[in-house]
């Protein structure tokens, strides 16, 4: 079974720039995550959707992140304009329902200049 | 809210020494309870979990109980091995909203040396 995917793994931009992150979550599975995890810290969720809908975007900064699952399966996720403090590893999971384990994908180690 | 609470590291063993890592909760209700590991250039692996008060997780060596008195889940290994050295983050699922987002600790590093 294909794991979860993620492009590109790793993003360098300037400040201000924009940048998007792709996800493809295990098929078949109806909940997928999108988590930031800062350099020494452990992930922190930015966005939940069940199928292409969103379930908890309380922590995502809306005023420059922005993320979509269009059609339930794949999905982007955009921060316009970038600030330094993006620099980051972008995470998605993906899980066959709630409450089923969460399977993580490798990654996109985005550095902001 | 929730939160999850794990020693500091980085620790450092010797091959064959056993591991203890710290781990502590904060979250009403009956959280489901993980141990994730990264290994270097490599995302985030479910290492194991407990789902209610009193279970114990295992795999690959470690184990991990669920202990709602203590409101504890800490991770132990009786003899590690180089190919140990890894991040591992203490996480819970489910708590105080019902809600089913991963939240983590801050991570452990652990070094094994031969």
């Known amino acids: 079974e294909a794991g979860v995917a993620q492009s590109p793994r790793y993003k360098i931009i300037e400040k201000r720039q924009s940048v998007a992150f792709w996800c493809n979550p295990i098929s078949g599975h109806a909940t997928l995550y999108w988590y930031q995890q800062i350099l020494g810290q452990g992930p922190k969720l930015l966005i939940q959707f069940q199928n292409n809908g969103v379930v908890d975007d309380s922590q995502l900064p809306k005023d420059r992140f922005s993320a979509e699952r269009l059609k339930g399966v794949d999905s982007t996720l955009k921060i316009q304009p970038a600030k330094l403090e993006d620099s980051a590893v972008y995470l998605c999971a993906s899980s066959s329902s709630f409450q089923e384990t969460q399977y993580f994908g490798p990654g996109t180690r985005l550095l902001v200049l | 809210g929730d939160s999850v609470t794990q020693m500091e590291g980085p620790v450092t063993l010797s091959e064959e020494a056993f591991l203890t890592i710290n781990c502590t909760y904060t979250?009403?209700?009956?959280?489901?309870l993980f141990w994730y590991v990264q290994y270097p250039g490599e995302g985030l692996q479910l290492l194991l979990k407990a789902t209610k008060a009193d279970d114990k997780g295992s795999n690959k060596g470690f184990e991990a109980t669920y202990r709602k008195e203590t409101t504890s889940f800490h991770l132990e290994k009786g003899s590690v091995q180089v190919s140990d050295s890894a991040v591992y983050f203490c996480?819970?699922?489910?708590?105080?909203?019902?809600?089913?987002?991963?939240?983590f600790g801050k991570g452990t590093r652990l070094s094994v040396i031969a």
């Open positions: 979250a009403t209700g009956y959280p489901s």
């Open positions: 996480a819970l699922s489910g708590g105080t909203s019902g809600n089913t987002p991963l939240v």
